[in-house]
T-cell receptor, first 111, second 116 residues
Framework: GENVEQHPSTLSVQEGDSAVIKCTYS??????FPWYKQELGKGPQLIID?????GEKKDQRIAVTLNKTAKHFSLHITETQPEDSAVYFC??????????FGAGTTVTVRA | ETGVTQSPTHLIKTRGQQVTLRCSSQ?????VSWYQQALGQGPQFIFQ???????GRGNFPPRFSGLQFPNYSSELNVNALELDDSALYLC???????????????FGSGTRLTVV
């Protein structure tokens, strides 16, 4: 089955700086790569996703890049704000019915 | 448009008991997936329901079972509870089957189950 590894496990950044989270996946058939943000006491919230026919996608301060050859994808958050503090999960899926999640990255934005 | 709602929000059960968790899918979504999230870990896929039938299953024993109703809401049942079943149980709805649905998956806030 699909195995997703996520790094780092914790990330502390100064407000205004950028944050980068990296994930690798094992199944070359995977074609859908969403990123979720989970705040304390809440369920994961989809923040951005990318499909395998696209190399990069941006939405305001958030961007995701995908390298299918190397089987890795990354989340970039620019101009971080205190409300960006949360746990972020990457996930991968192919044409079956499930998402395989990474272990999560706890992001802390220092004011 | 309403999101995914789950009930109850918290639950404490004794080892060996049975539990039923409930989920109402987002308006317009016809598929429901269940995930188990242990503390400090990523969610793990339990199973998915589409058109009231199990559409796929993760690596969970048969004592984890589910139902989907004609209005697309769903239940997760766990029999013979074990201490390791303590976790946050998440329901996610989507439109259509497949792992990459248009619009992605919408998760509820989960049910925190504690087994003592």
């Amino acid at each position: 089955g699909e195995n997703v590894e996520q790094h780092p496990s914790t990330l502390s950044v100064q407000e205004g700086d950028s944050a980068v989270i990296k994930c690798t996946y094992s199944d070359s058939a995977s074609n859908y790569f969403p990123w979720y943000k989970q705040e304390l006491g809440k369920g994961p919230q989809l923040i951005i996703d990318i499909r395998s026919n696209v190399g990069e996608k941006k939405d305001q301060r958030i961007a995701v890049t995908l390298n299918k050859t190397a089987k890795h994808f990354s989340l970039h958050i620019t101009e971080t704000q205190p409300e960006d503090s949360a746990v972020y999960f990457c996930a991968a899926s192919w044409s079956d019915y499930k998402l395989s999640f990474g272990a999560g990255t706890t992001v802390t934005v220092r004011a | 448009e309403t999101g995914v709602t789950q009930s109850p929000t918290h639950l404490i059960k004794t080892r060996g008991q049975q539990v039923t968790l409930r989920c109402s899918s987002q308006s317009g979504h016809n598929t429901v997936s269940w995930y188990q999230q242990a503390l400090g870990q990523g969610p793990q896929f339990i199973f998915q329901y589409y058109r009231e039938e199990e559409n796929g299953r993760g690596n969970f024993p048969p004592r984890f079972s589910g139902l989907q109703f004609p209005n697309y809401s769903s239940e997760l049942n766990v029999n013979a509870l074990e201490l390791d079943d303590s976790a946050l149980y998440l329901c996610a709805s989507s439109s259509g089957t497949g792992g990459s649905p248009d619009g992605g998956y919408t998760f509820g806030s989960g049910t925190r189950l504690t087994v003592v």
